[in-house]
Nanobody
């Protein structure tokens, strides 16, 4: 069983930055693709970004490209999401995930509980 614990959310002004962290634990947490999803109130959950197990491949939603960067530190079993130039549209509950995002079929096996990002205008 993989466990994922997120941190780093909070209140930020529009135009500001936040860095989210996700620590994974469990038998396969260091050899699986990792991702971030988000869900705003009243909206569907959406994919944000993913990184492969070795950290040399990344992908992201068009809405965050050029602003968000996903990375991982294998020595710490931690995945990061650096978010820059935040807008009110980015406010959501951000959840860390583990699954398969670079080879079809795409799927998510595990979800963290999430960390809340609030962006004030």
């Amino acid at each position: 069983q993989v466990q994922l614990v997120e941190s780093g959310g909070g209140l930020v002004q529009a135009g500001g930055s936040l860095r989210l962290s996700c620590v994974g634990s469990g038998p396969t947490s260091s050899t699986t693709d990792m991702g971030w999803f988000r869900q705003a109130p009243g909206k569907e959950r959406e994919f944000v970004a993913a990184i492969n197990w070795s950290g040399d491949r990344t992908t992201g939603a068009d809405s965050v490209k050029g602003r968000f960067t996903i990375s991982r530190d294998g020595t710490k079993n931690t995945v990061y999401l650096q978010m820059n130039r935040l807008s009110t549209e980015d406010a959501a509950l951000y959840s860390c995930t583990a699954g398969q995002y670079f080879t079809r079929p795409y799927f998510t096996d595990y979800w963290g509980k999430g960390t809340l990002v609030i962006v004030s205008s």
